[in-house]
């Protein structure tokens, strides 16, 4: 079945940067747009990135130029790269199998991966 495993989080201070990994299995990952979303405290939702198979990415506005979101379709290994860090990123941080702008509900994910941030 689909598997997707997060790891890579922990705490950072502010400016500084982490970089989260998600294991997927179970499926043709190279064939997959894969997303990135996370959840602030107390908070919705939020898509922040996602990369095509052919490794072209997008960013949601909050993390443009911060975030850097690459695969490894050989290893079936998705990655973010978070610098810059601020305390307004702290959230847990899914990974997604598919395009989570659309139909997230339906869509697989992870357990998550906890972000912290300090000032």
């Known amino acids: 079945q689909v598997k997707l495993a997060e790891s890579g989080g922990g705490s950072a201070q502010s400016g500084g940067s982490l970089r989260l990994s998600c294991a997927a299995s179970?499926?043709?990952?190279?064939?997959?747009?894969m997303s990135w979303v996370r959840q602030a405290p107390g908070k919705g939702l939020e898509w922040f990135g996602g990369?095509?198979?052919?490794?072209?990415?997008y960013y949601g506005d909050s993390v443009k130029g911060r975030f850097a979101i690459s695969r490894d379709n050989s290893k079936k290994m998705l990655f973010v790269q978070l610098n810059s860090l601020q305390t307004e990123d702290t959230g847990m941080y899914y990974c997604?199998?598919?395009?989570?702008?659309?139909?997230?509900?339906?869509?697989?994910r992870g357990q998550g991966t906890q972000v912290t941030v300090s000032s």
């Open positions: 997604y199998k598919g395009d989570a702008r659309y139909n997230i509900a339906a869509l697989t």
């Open positions: 179970g499926f043709t990952f190279s064939s997959y747009f």
């Open positions: 990369i095509y198979s052919d490794h072209s990415t």
